[in-house]
């Protein structure tokens, strides 16, 4: 008789249902599951650019084909010669007209008042983040001309600077002389280049607001224990922070002074006196509408998009230059 376990060995049930038989992979089952995953994987691959597509077609379709037009354009010719090849024709009379030297030269002021109309929605921002007393009072404030068209704007600025107006009033009660805000070459394009700040930097000041609610507070709060001031804690803190911000704020207010000052020009001087506020947006516009010359305008059209592009990028590399060192 043997020795040891004399029942009979038991072995594990398959795996399935208690009594059943045991649940085994199919391949065909198998393989209806790679192949529902591998479609389902192609389709979000697909996705993104289904849903970008819209947008791409857009901007193609009203953007960039037009462009392409009308860089094409610029080098044909007007009114006789329509439609004729003039190669570098319209770039060389453009050259040599002193009205578009004076816009360009305009161009370079701009450009060199650029960083004030940063800085200052940027100092605002910064006093509202910190909550000065009045704070929300001084966000709307701040805000309401960017809802004011630039016609009601420079028409009501025209009533403030005019000769005889309140401005100079004041200046007449100090025993300061009159002076002609938007009749002198020398003052009129600072007045016009002002009015645009002041009218259009609230959107600026929300887009730093949005910045710094991304900005970690722990990091303000280390300076104040250490003891930094508060423009210690600008330079050396929110500015290096908000690079980003910073440097999407330039190349947009860039981009609006360059392209969106027409109303103001308009209402305020009509690019006077003596051409001393033309800017390339308002000379297009003279060519264009006043002395239909469309080829022209094409061709001053293109010089303005290169000078935004080339100025962009230099900014853009100047600040990541500037953080890098930071």
Do not use: C
């Not at 930097?201 to 224990?225: P, S, Y």
Request: proline residues 7%; positive net charge; aromatic residues 10%.
């Amino acid at each position: 008789m043997p020795i040891g376990n004399t029942h009979p060995s038991v072995r594990p049930a398959p795996a399935g249902r208690a009594g059943g038989p045991a649940v085994t992979s199919s391949p065909r089952r198998g393989g209806a599951l790679r192949r529902r995953a591998g479609g389902g994987s192609g389709a979000e691959r697909l996705a993104p650019y289904v849903l970008v597509a819209p947008a791409v077609l857009i901007i193609v379709l009203l953007r960039l084909y037009p462009l392409v037009l009308g860089v094409n354009f610029s080098f044909t010719g007007d009114g006789a010669q329509n439609g004729t090849a003039v190669g570098l024709g319209n770039y060389r009379e453009l050259f040599a007209d002193p009205l578009f030297r004076t816009a360009l030269s305009n161009v370079g002021l701009l450009v060199l008042l650029l960083p004030v109309a940063v800085a200052i929605p940027g100092l605002l921002a910064t006093f509202i983040y910190l909550r000065v007393p009045g704070h929300r009072f001084y966000r709307s404030v701040y805000f309401f001309p960017a809802v004011l068209s630039p016609v009601i704007v420079g028409a009501i600025f025209n009533l403030l600077l005019a000769f005889d107006g309140p401005l100079n009033a004041v200046l007449g009660a100090v025993g300061v002389g009159p002076i002609d805000w938007l009749g002198d070459p020398g003052v009129a394009m600072f007045m016009v280049v002002g009015v645009h700040i002041w009218a259009t930097f609230g959107m600026a000041l929300v887009v730093f607001l949005a910045g710094f609610a991304t900005l970690d507070a722990a990091l303000l709060d280390a300076a104040r224990v250490d003891g930094a001031s508060m423009p210690q804690v600008v330079w050396h803190v929110i500015i290096p922070s908000l690079s980003r911000t910073i440097q999407f704020v330039f190349v947009t207010t860039m981009i609006g002074m360059l392209t969106s000052m027409f109303g103001l020009l308009y209402v305020m001087t009509s690019g006077g006196p003596e051409g001393a506020t033309y800017l390339p947006e308002f000379y297009i516009w003279k060519q264009q509408g006043q002395m239909n010359r469309p080829a022209l305008a094409s061709a001053a059209s293109t010089v303005l998009f290169m000078i935004m592009l080339v100025v962009g990028l230099l900014q853009i590399k100047l600040l990541e230059r500037s953080g890098k060192e930071d």
